[in-house]
T-cell receptor, first 114, second 110 residues
Framework: GAGVSQTPSNKVTEKGKYVELRCDPISGHTALYWYRQSLGQGPEFLIYFQGTGAADDSGLPNDRFFAVRPEGSVSTLKIQRTERGDSAVYLC????????????FGPGTRLTVL | GDSVTQMEGPVTLSEEAFLTINCTYTATGYPSLFWYVQYPGEGLQLLLKATKADDKGSNKGFEATYRKETTSFHLEKGSVQVSDSAVYFCALGNDYKLSFGAGTTVTVRA
């Protein structure tokens, strides 16, 4: 079956612009996660959705970052007024149920802010 | 807070050599421990996991044992292949949140 998909695979933008990154989780997975992976580092947790609601957004670095999941499936990570330090690979993962179930990762979106 | 420290790379080995990647953690509660692998050009994949102390996770010839007394989860493989060349991440899971180490790049030469 289809895995987690993310679009676009690459995004180049200019400092100050707004970007949206999309994640399509595995069908039926109620939990969805966003992580950010900077060069040479492991992924860092950003936000966790259970259904439509953000159960934990403690990893979002500041109020320029926002994520939604209006129908409990597809999620969009939105970044306003992008900065060069936002350049990273943004990973999405999904899992069935909640808690300790295995997270399945998408291929990521590489964001470059010039 | 929760954190993971893993052996820095890069690591370069010959085929059939023994591989060890050290991983230690700091956590509250009773976390699960994972090793994820990222092959060139691919996404993160779960390699193995252990959910409680003394559990051993194993997959594709890789093994790791959850050692609570030493807060460690070292990854081992007795005989590596060229196809094992990848970046390996140790991770800790407390409820839904994963905390990752920085990753270790492993290159296996024929």
């Amino acid at each position: 079956g289809a895995g987690v998909s993310q679009t676009p695979s690459n995004k180049v933008t200019e400092k100050g612009k707004y970007v949206e990154l999309r994640c399509d989780p595995i069908s039926g997975h109620t939990a969805l996660y966003w992580y950010r992976q900077s060069l040479g580092q492991g992924p860092e947790f950003l936000i966790y959705f259970q259904g439509t609601g953000a159960a934990d957004d403690s990893g979002l670095p500041n109020d320029r970052f926002f994520a939604v999941r209006p129908e409990g499936s597809v999620s969009t990570l939105k970044i306003q007024r992008t900065e060069r330090g936002d350049s990273a690979v943004y990973l999405c993962a999904s899992s069935s149920g909640q808690g300790r179930n295995e997270q399945f990762f998408g291929p990521g979106t590489r964001l470059t802010v010039l | 807070g929760d954190s993971v420290t893993q052996m820095e790379g890069p690591v370069t080995l010959s085929e059939e050599a023994f591989l060890t990647i050290n991983c230690t953690y700091t956590a509250t509660g009773y976390p699960s421990l994972f090793w994820y692998v990222q092959y060139p050009g691919e996404g993160l994949q779960l390699l193995l996991k252990a959910t409680k102390a003394d559990d051993k996770g194993s997959n594709k010839g890789f093994e790791a044992t959850y050692r609570k007394e030493t807060t460690s989860f070292h990854l081992e493989k007795g005989s590596v292949q060229v196809s094992d060349s990848a970046v390996y991440f140790c991770a800790l899971g407390n409820d839904y949140k994963l905390s990752f180490g920085a990753g270790t790049t492993v290159t296996v030469r024929a």
